[in-house]
C-alpha cells in the first residue's frame, strides 16, 4: 500500500493534467473539423434527412463526452490529492502543519479546476453545434418542401 502512496504522490498530477490535456487535444481537433464540416455542408446534396443527420451529429458524441466526464476527472485528482494530504498528515507522527495541509489542499484543488476549464467550452461548442445542426435540418427541410 505505501509503494501505491507513494506512486501517486509522485505521479497524479502527470496523470490527471495529462488526461485532461489529452482530451483538450481531442475536443480541440474534433471542433476543428467540426467547424470546417459545417462551413461547408450543402444540405440540398443529400437524399434523406436520416443521412444529412448522421453527417451532421459525427463527432458530437465525443464533445460532449468530453464536456460532460472531464469535471469527474479533475475531481478525481482532486479526490486522490486529498487522500494523499490525509494519508502524509496520518504518518506524520502527530507534527501538524498546517500551512502545508492547506497547500496540499489548494494543489489538490487545481485538478478541479482544470477539469471544469475544458468542461466548459467543450458543453459550449457542444450546445452551439447541436443549433447548426438544427438550422442544417430544417435547410433540408425547406429545400424539400419547394421541390414536391
Do not use: C
Request: proline share 1%; aromatic share 10%; hydrophobic share 50%.
Amino acid at each position: 500500500m505505501e509503494q501505491l502512496f507513494q506512486f501517486l504522490q509522485s505521479y497524479i498530477d502527470y496523470i490527471i493534467l495529462g488526461l485532461l490535456a489529452l482530451m483538450s487535444v481531442i475536443l480541440f481537433a474534433k471542433v476543428i473539423e467540426r467547424v470546417l464540416f459545417y462551413k461547408k455542408v450543402n444540405v440540398s446534396e443529400y437524399q434523406t434527412l436520416q443521412d444529412l443527420e448522421i453527417d451532421l451529429t459525427h463527432n458530437l458524441t465525443t464533445i460532449s463526452t468530453i464536456g460532460s466526464n472531464a469535471p469527474y476527472i479533475g475531481l478525481l485528482g482532486t479526490v486522490i490529492g486529498i487522500l494523499l494530504t490525509f494519508y502524509e498528515l496520518g504518518h506524520s507522527g502527530g507534527e501538524i502543519d498546517a500551512a502545508s495541509i492547506m497547500v496540499h489542499l489548494s494543489l489538490a484543488l487545481k485538478a478541479t479546476a482544470v477539469g471544469i476549464l475544458v468542461a466548459i467550452p467543450a458543453m459550449m461548442f457542444y450546445n452551439g453545434f447541436g443549433r447548426k445542426v438544427e438550422e442544417n435540418k430544417l435547410k433540408w427541410q425547406a429545400n424539400h418542401a419547394h421541390q414536391g
